[in-house]
């Protein structure tokens, strides 16, 4: 159980296009989903926390314009990386909380490497 | 502000050669601490959640302990399979479920 889907795992796109990550928790609803960035040897950067049905709350010096997070379903977050240049080139993960169990901890995706070119 | 420490960044044991991984953390009253284990250009993997002090978690060659300022991963003889980032993480019981990150400690397990 408690097994969240990323997709894509990879993505190469042109400097100035958009590009969408899609996040599903595929065995449980997840009443709350966070997005976080990745660098080479570093830890996991919070990004933004998205609720269902709600705007997400991103950090400090996230830009919310340009990393959109939309949290549609229980089950499904997607994470829109606009007008992107090389250095939006990172590790994204995403991780999802399971409704009503009482647990604390998240699930993790398996991670999209972006580059972008 | 609510902080998580991990030492040492990296750790080279060989098969069999126990150790420990410590994890320091503030936090404005802990909700719970979490270890994940992480391979490369992966997502982390959930391991263990610690609530309280003097609770301990095992799982195969893993064990989890907690006290009020720290937490420790014992690997008890451990494989070249145990190789990998292992992460820990607090989550404060204000603020939503927020969870921040330490840079992680990279094990390295050689036959």
């Known amino acids: 159980g408690a097994v969240v889907s990323q997709h894509p795992s990879r993505v190469i796109c042109k400097s100035g296009t958009s590009v969408k990550i899609e996040c599903r928790s595929l065995d449980f609803q997840a009443t709350t989903m966070f997005w976080y960035r990745q660098f080479p040897k570093k830890s996991l950067m919070l990004m933004a926390t998205s609720n269902e049905g709600s705007k997400a709350t991103y950090e400090q010096g996230v830009e919310k314009d340009k990393f959109l997070i939309n949290h549609a379903s229980l089950t499904l977050s997607t994470l829109t990386v606009t007008s992107a240049h090389p250095e939006d080139s990172s590790f994204y993960i995403c991780?999802?909380?399971?409704?009503?169990?009482?647990?604390?901890?998240?699930?993790f995706g398996q991670g999209t490497r972006l580059t972008v070119v | 502000e609510d902080q998580v420490t991990q030492s040492p960044e990296a750790l080279r044991l060989q098969e069999g050669e126990s150790s420990s991984l410590n994890c320091s953390y503030t936090?404005?009253?802990?909700?719970?601490l979490f270890w994940y284990r992480q391979d490369p250009g992966k997502g982390p993997e959930f391991l263990f959640t610690?609530?309280?002090a003097g609770e301990e978690k095992e799982k195969e060659r893993l064990k989890a302990t907690l006290t009020k300022k720290e937490s420790f991963l014992h690997i008890t003889a451990p494989k070249p399979e145990d190789s990998a980032t292992y992460l820990c993480a607090v989550q404060a019981n204000t603020g939503g479920f927020k969870t921040i990150f330490g840079a992680g400690t990279r094990l390295f397990v050689k036959a």
């Open positions: 610690l609530y309280s």
């Open positions: 991780s999802a909380r399971e409704r009503g169990r009482g647990r604390t901890e998240a699930f």
């Open positions: 936090v404005s009253g802990l909700r719970g």
